[in-house]
């Protein structure tokens, strides 16, 4: 597609809940990527794809979370067992291996 | 130290103003270099790319000073649009790709 686009764009979970994070990259870029941002504060790196694998996983905060890429294309990022220090904006971002990045807007993710 | 250091502002600055923003980051190993602007609730979006012989885009100019470590951004006759949070970012080679480590942002507001 012509940006990076995420789904959903909003998502309100009660704790405990598992949720599903949907990015569709920029057709072409190889490149993947997770950062998260809590409110005020800067972006938390998760997770690096290149096609379909993964070789940066270091951000992710603990086992609850887990990330995919299928077809060296959408990616998905899980979150199990939500906790309220989950609430914050998932930012999806993809570019061609170098450079900057394109960033989607985001799925807002609040844990009540 | 973060990797990635950033005067988290506010600069409250009347239109017309020229600002500056300063930002240091601590591995030398650093390879490129960018600003991001952030505008509230919106996914960050790449600026401009910074450069050692530094480089202007109309009323932007940015700095890269290897030897200190250190990034800056010169807005000149500031605009009320140009009111933002700006993100400085450097990229380190990391487990085989360039991995994008952002700094927390400095926020800018342009009032008339």
């Known amino acids: 597609g012509a940006g990076v686009s995420q789904s959903p764009s909003n998502k309100v979970t009660e704790k405990g809940k598992d949720v599903e994070l949907r990015c569709d990259p920029i057709s072409g870029h190889t490149a993947l990527y997770w950062y998260r941002q809590s409110l005020g504060q800067g972006l938390e790196f998760l997770i690096y794809?290149?096609?379909?694998?993964?070789?940066?996983k270091s951000g992710l905060p603990s086992d609850r979370f887990s990330a995919e890429r299928t077809g060296g294309s959408v990616s998905t990022l899980t979150i199990q067992r939500t906790q309220q220090e989950d609430s914050a904006v998932y930012l999806c971002?993809?570019?061609?291996?170098?450079?900057?990045?394109?960033f989607g807007s985001g799925t807002r993710l609040t844990v009540v | 130290r973060k990797e990635v250091e950033q005067d988290p502002g506010p600069f409250n600055v009347p239109e017309g103003a020229t600002v500056a923003f300063n930002c240091t980051y601590s591995?030398?190993?650093?390879?490129?270099f960018f600003w991001y602007r952030q505008d509230c609730r919106k996914e960050p979006k790449l600026l401009m790319s910074v450069y050692s012989s530094g480089n202007e885009d109309g009323r932007f100019t940015a700095q890269l000073n290897r030897a200190s470590q250190y990034i800056s951004l010169l807005i000149r006759d500031s605009k009320l649009s140009d009111s933002a949070t700006y993100l400085c970012?450097?990229?380190?080679?990391?487990?085989?790709?360039?991995?994008?480590?952002f700094g927390a942002g400095t926020r800018l507001a342009v009032h008339p």
């Open positions: 794809f290149q096609g379909n694998s993964a070789p940066d």
């Open positions: 970012v450097v990229t380190m080679f990391s487990g085989g790709y360039n991995k994008l480590i």
């Open positions: 971002a993809s570019s061609l291996g170098g450079g900057g990045y394109t």
């Open positions: 591995n030398s190993a650093s390879q490129s």
